[in-house]
């Protein structure tokens, strides 16, 4: 399955998968899920799906109603997807 496909699919279940987490939680929680469901993904690979999602969800509004308090670029520095 290309990168592309599998981001579509994480989103798609997003509120399944990530319900209630906040912008640096998902990103840890994507992290994990992507290297366990995903091994064969480089970490290139995942770095560009996980960076697809946020991107995805952030365009729909994912965390809009949430309130709770984390914001997208407060954590985004520094991200790094080590092996």
Same mark, same amino acid.
């Given at each position: 399955m290309s990168p592309?496909?599998?981001s579509h699919e994480i989103a798609a279940t997003a509120d399944d998968l990530f319900g209630g987490l906040s912008p640096s939680e998902l990103r840890a929680a994507l992290t994990e899920h992507l290297q366990r469901?995903?091994?064969a993904l480089s970490a290139d690979e995942r770095q560009s799906v996980r960076d $697809?999602?946020?991107a995805i969800l952030?365009?729909?509004g994912f965390f809009d109603s949430r309130g709770n308090g984390d914001s997208w670029d407060? $954590?985004?520095a520094g991200d790094s997807d080590e092996d």
């Open positions: 592309k496909k599998i469901h995903y091994p $697809d999602v946020i952030r365009d729909e407060s $954590d985004s």
